[in-house]
T-cell receptor, first 115, second 112 residues
Framework: DTGVSQNPRHKITKRGQNVTFRCDPI?????LYWYRQTLGQGPEFLTY????????KSRLLSDRFSAERPKGSFSTLEIQRTEQGDSAMYLC?????????????FGQGTRLTVV | GNSVTQMEGPVTLSEEAFLTINCTYT??????LFWYVQYPGEGLQLLLK?????DKGSNKGFEATYRKETTSFHLEKGSVQVSDSAVYFC???????????FGAGTQVVVTP
C-alpha cells in the first residue's frame, strides 16, 4: 500500500484552458474527499464521494468544476476554463469508514498555477 | 457556521523548548477534533484526535485535550526537536461523512 497518490504533482496552465487531476486512494477506502488549499490557509472542503456516489459538494465548487469517481476507485477533478483564482494546491484524501471516526489519509497534492 | 481559529505563525523555538499552539473552535453539535501535521514536501498526516469532551489525544510526545467549556483543543509538546519543524493544522468534523474543517495552520520552526 503506497498511500494516496495524486497526479500530476504540478500543473501550469494558461487561463481558459481545462485541466484534470487524478487521485488514486488507498485501495478499499470507500470514502474520498477533495480539498483546495491556498497559500497561508488551511484546506477547504470541495467534494466527497462514498464509493462512486458524489454525496456532497461545497459552494466553492462552481459549475466549472466537476469530479467523478467511476467504479468507486480513482477519482478525477476537472476544472474547465481555468481562472487565475483557481491557482491553489488541490488535495485528495481517503478513508475507510462504516460510520465511525477513522483516519483520513492525504495525498501530496497537485499544485495548479494558472498564468 | 463552523470555524476553527488557531494562533498565527511562524512560531520559532529552540530545541527542547515547550511548544503550545492554541486552537479554538465554533461548531454546532459535538464535533470531533483533530491535529494534522504537514512536514516539508509531504502530505497532511493525522497527529492526534479527540472525539468527545475531556478526551486527551496524544502521539509522538504531542498532547491535546478537548475542552468543551472553552471550545479549545490546544496542542502541546514538552520538548521539541528540530524534526518537529512543520505546519500544524487544527481541524474539526461534525458529520458522519468525515468532512474536515481546518484552521489556517501554524508554522513551527525549531532551531538547534
Amino acid at each position: 500500500d503506497t498511500g494516496v497518490s495524486q497526479n500530476p504533482r504540478h500543473k501550469i496552465t494558461k487561463r481558459g484552458q481545462n485541466v484534470t487531476f487524478r487521485c488514486d486512494p488507498i485501495s478499499e477506502h470507500n470514502r474520498l474527499y477533495w480539498y483546495r488549499q491556498t497559500l497561508g490557509q488551511g484546506p477547504e472542503f470541495l467534494t466527497y464521494f462514498q464509493n462512486e456516489a458524489q454525496l456532497e459538494k461545497s459552494r466553492l465548487l462552481s459549475d466549472r468544476f466537476s469530479a467523478e469517481r467511476p467504479k468507486g476507485s480513482f477519482s478525477t477533478l476537472e476544472i474547465q476554463r481555468t481562472e487565475q483564482g483557481d491557482s491553489a494546491m488541490y488535495l485528495c484524501a481517503s478513508r475507510f469508514s462504516l460510520g465511525g471516526i477513522t483516519e483520513a489519509f492525504f495525498g501530496q497534492g497537485t499544485r495548479l498555477t494558472v498564468v | 457556521g463552523n470555524s476553527v481559529t488557531q494562533m498565527e505563525g511562524p512560531v520559532t523555538l529552540s530545541e527542547e523548548a515547550f511548544l503550545t499552539i492554541n486552537c479554538t473552535y465554533t461548531a454546532t453539535g459535538y464535533p470531533s477534533l483533530f491535529w494534522y501535521v504537514q512536514y516539508p514536501g509531504e502530505g497532511l498526516q493525522l497527529l492526534l484526535k479527540a472525539t468527545k469532551a475531556d478526551d486527551k489525544g496524544s502521539n509522538k510526545g504531542f498532547e491535546a485535550t478537548y475542552r468543551k467549556e472553552t471550545t479549545s483543543f490546544h496542542l502541546e509538546k514538552g520538548s521539541v526537536q528540530v524534526s518537529d519543524s512543520a505546519v500544524y493544522f487544527c481541524a474539526l468534523s461534525t458529520d458522519s461523512w468525515g468532512k474536515l474543517q481546518f484552521g489556517a495552520g501554524t508554522q513551527v520552526v525549531v532551531t538547534p
